[in-house]
């Protein structure tokens, strides 16, 4: 059984950094589509950041564009999500998700995505 566990969550300052961690245990991921989620207090889950498998190409939502930035290790099993400059909004639980390979393009989209994680906590006070 595949699990996704994010760690790196906290809370931090306006202007600050954090890099949240999203491992695999079980089965490798690399041949999934990896992306990160987010929900604030009584809004609807929303997507960050995307990668694709092989090339790992990078999409962003509007919101993170130029702050955010999502990488991953296949070799350990690892996805990552490098937020720079962070913002009062971007307050949120913060969860990574696998899904299969979409062979190109990777819409930010929550369709598709079949393994989730318990997610992470992210304060940004101002």
């Known amino acids: 059984q595949v699990q996704l566990v994010e760690s790196g969550g906290g809370l931090v300052q306006a202007g600050g950094s954090l890099r949240l961690s999203c491992a695999s245990s079980g089965r490798t991921f690399g041949a999934h589509d990896m992306g990160w989620f987010r929900q604030a207090p009584g809004k609807e889950r929303e997507p960050v950041a995307a990668?694709?498998?092989?090339?790992?190409?990078?999409y962003y939502a509007d919101s993170v564009k130029g702050r955010f930035t999502i990488s991953r290790d296949n070799f350990k099993n690892t996805v990552y999500l490098q937020m720079n400059s962070l913002k009062p909004e971007d307050t949120a639980v913060y969860y990574c998700?696998?899904?299969?390979?979409?062979?190109?393009?990777?819409?930010?989209?929550?369709?598709?995505?079949?393994?989730w994680g318990q997610g992470t906590q992210v304060t940004v006070s101002s």
């Open positions: 998700a696998a899904k299969p390979p979409s062979g190109g393009y990777v819409p930010l989209l929550q369709a598709g995505y079949n393994l």
């Open positions: 990668i694709s498998w092989g090339f790992g190409n990078t």
